[in-house]
């Protein structure tokens, strides 16, 4: 038996650590992509799509979630629900890894972002990411300068241009430390476009000039620069630059999401320089370039051709464009508003099945713990009535021995009282004899009275020395005498308390039963006096 429990337990121990040592492999594993991802996010993800950690534990299927989140991200996948991050940021929200909540949340923010610009939870998704890394004075530029341009991006959105505009100021600040030149360059557009709508024109042209004086520009971005020029100095060479640079840019292999905003600033550039045939033919093109039906800049570029078909004569088409336009703008907040009821009454159905879990779960921690109590009750009280009874049966077996000892040491005394009941007449007739011999034999006599006086006194010695012994005190407690008595006083109160007759204390004591009676009432009356006391 006691083998067979040291092998269990030895393959529970190597189990534990098998599972351990898988743990860690995954752990490093995933730490290696990370490491990876800022430079090849496809192999990334590729790799992530290739594992499976439902066997892990919750740290290791968050860190995964985490990766596989920004892995998409990094390579332009289209994101459709965000339940995969939500797990992340919200198993991050209760661990003790701070970096990984602020990546967590970040991405949380960008995720539902691109599923609904107009939504609120972005925001605030960044905004605590924001906190998390204050508190936590978490210093990672490449972090800062996502959060940041997010965040700059959604107030731009929403027309908070101030704040915008510390948001993007921070994202270049950021951008410096993180040594990305290609970030630097989008930051520095991305901040133009905040001073001016704040109205600080001088410091955006100051912006424009750096731009312009930088060695080098990434080729995505030129479009960008060429549209900055255009937004401000409002030329013709400027916006025939920004028109050139934005065709190139809406004939390469972009995404069908981003070509109606690219048509719709050719057709802007166009209607600038006052050739509205080819403004309304970009219009037309950016109209039918559209795949999001419920975009919120469909509104925008039905307006704008509807103002170019007025601009042109034709009213009816202008006229078309604007109810056009006002559908978009209706459908549009129609869908988000069904869109937010649907998350209010889905988080309102999460929360109250949580609600009803945790209910449940406290119905069954009280049931646990009036269980428990409820055991320990019945247990000490099982426990309490074995000690009463245990205590009972000895008290009860201390009162049979003391009974019993009593009686023998009753017995005793009869059998002394029959044995020894002549010795004081057998001394009486000895003293007579030596009286009657005093006279023919002195030396006779003398020999006689000095052998009665040595009886006398060891008996006396003899009878001291066996109530002092253990047993009879034992048997006869004289604690409860408070009163100044000699021992022997001590032993006849508490032979006759005890129901010794003064006979049988009288033959113990070797003395008459008057003595004795005489003793015991006065004893008595000391009682009596130290009551009153």
Known sequence: MKNSRLIVL??????????????????ARLANLDSLLSHRPRVVLDSLEQMDVSEHSGEVQSYYNLLLTIARDKSYVDFTDDSIISLAAEWYRNGKDPENLARSLIYLGIVRYGLNS???????????????????????????????????????RNRNYPEAEVCFE????????????????LAYINLFYAKIYVGKTDEAENIVLQINAMDSIPDELIPSVKKVNAFFYQTGPTFKEAI????????????????????????????????????????EACLNAIVDSINLDNYLYYKHLANLYALTGEY????????????????????????????????????????????EKLKKRAYVIFSVILFAIVIVTIIGLFYWKHTAVQSKQLEIVKQQKIDQLNFFL????????????????????????????????????????????????????????????????????????????????????????????????NVSSDNI?????KIKQKVAANCRI
Not at 171 to 183: M, P, V
Not at 422 to 439: D, M, T, V, W
Not at 448 to 469: E, P
């Open 316 to 359: 009816k088409k202008s006229s078309e464009n604007y109810k056009k336009a006002l559908e978009s703008f209706n459908t549009y907040h129609t869908v988000v508003n069904e869109k937010r009821i649907l998350e209010l009454e889905k988080k309102y159905n999460i929360a109250a099945a949580q609600q009803a879990l945790l209910k």
């Open 118 to 156: 107009m939504d609120t939870l972005p925001y605030l998704h960044l905004k605590e990411a924001e906190d998390v890394m204050k508190v936590h004075a978490i210093e990672d530029p490449q972090l800062q300068v996502l959060l940041y341009g997010y965040l700059g991006d959604i107030n731009l």
């Open 517 to 521: 009676r005489s003793s015991i009432s």
């Open 244 to 283: 050139i640079h934005s065709v190139n840019d809406s004939l390469k292999g972009m995404y069908d999401t981003d070509k109606p905003g690219v048509l719709f600033n050719i057709s802007q550039f166009y209607m600038k320089l006052n050739r509205l045939d080819s403004a309304v033919i970009y219009g």
């Open 170 to 185: 921070k994202g270049l600040e950021a951008s410096k430390k993180a040594g990305n030149h290609r970030n630097y360059v």
């Open 414 to 509: 009869e059998a002394f009282n029959n044995t020894a009941g002549i010795f004081p007449g057998l001394l009486e007739e000895i003293y007579q004899l030596a009286h009657k011999s005093r006279q023919s034999c002195p030396e006779m006599y003398n020999d006689l009275i000095a052998c009665l006086d040595k009886v006398k006194r060891d008996y006396k010695s003899s009878f001291s020395a066996t109530t002092q012994q253990d047993f009879l005190k034992e048997i006869f407690n004289s604690e409860g005498l408070q009163i100044q008595v000699s021992d022997r006083e001590k032993i006849i109160y508490a032979l006759s308390e005890s129901g010794f007759t003064n006979e049988l204390i009288a033959g113990l004591l």
């Open 10 to 27: 030895g393959l529970l121990l190597l189990v534990s650590c098998n599972t351990t040592i898988r743990q860690h492999v995954m752990q």
